[in-house]
């Protein structure tokens, strides 16, 4: 199993920016994927952007131009960099890796989350 934890969450003003760091620890495969997912008091949990092994990420369209997921290999990192933050993207953020099958839509691995408010 693969143990993840989310880390740099945060109050920004509408506009700002923050990164979001998820590091995993225990066996990762050579084949995976991984991903940042948010959810809101009342709202389904949402895929915000995925990333492969190779590198290839895609983003859910009202993040694209914003969002940037990327990862760090060595030092078993995920990250997210949210620039231009707008108040509907509070939510709670989650990390979560699964194998490269399905088109990545089998996380089985989740961090506890971490929260993330924008204000005006």
């Known amino acids: 199993q693969v143990q993840l934890v989310e880390s740099g969450g945060g109050s920004v003003q509408a506009g700002g920016s923050l990164r979001l760091s998820c590091t995993a620890s225990g066996y990762t495969a050579s084949s995976y994927c991984m991903g940042w997912f948010r959810q809101a008091p009342g709202k389904e949990r949402e895929e915000v952007a995925l990333?492969?092994?190779?590198?290839?990420?895609s983003y859910t369209d009202s993040v694209k131009g914003r969002f940037t997921i990327s990862q760090d290999n060595a030092k078993k990192t995920l990250y997210l960099q949210m620039n231009s933050l707008k108040p509907e993207d509070t939510a709670m953020y989650y990390c979560?890796?699964?194998?490269?099958?399905?088109?990545?839509?089998?996380?089985?691995?989740w961090g506890q989350g971490t929260q993330v408010t924008v204000s005006l």
């Open positions: 979560a890796a699964g194998p490269r099958v399905r088109f990545c839509r089998l996380m089985g691995n």
């Open positions: 990333i492969d092994n190779d590198g290839r990420a």
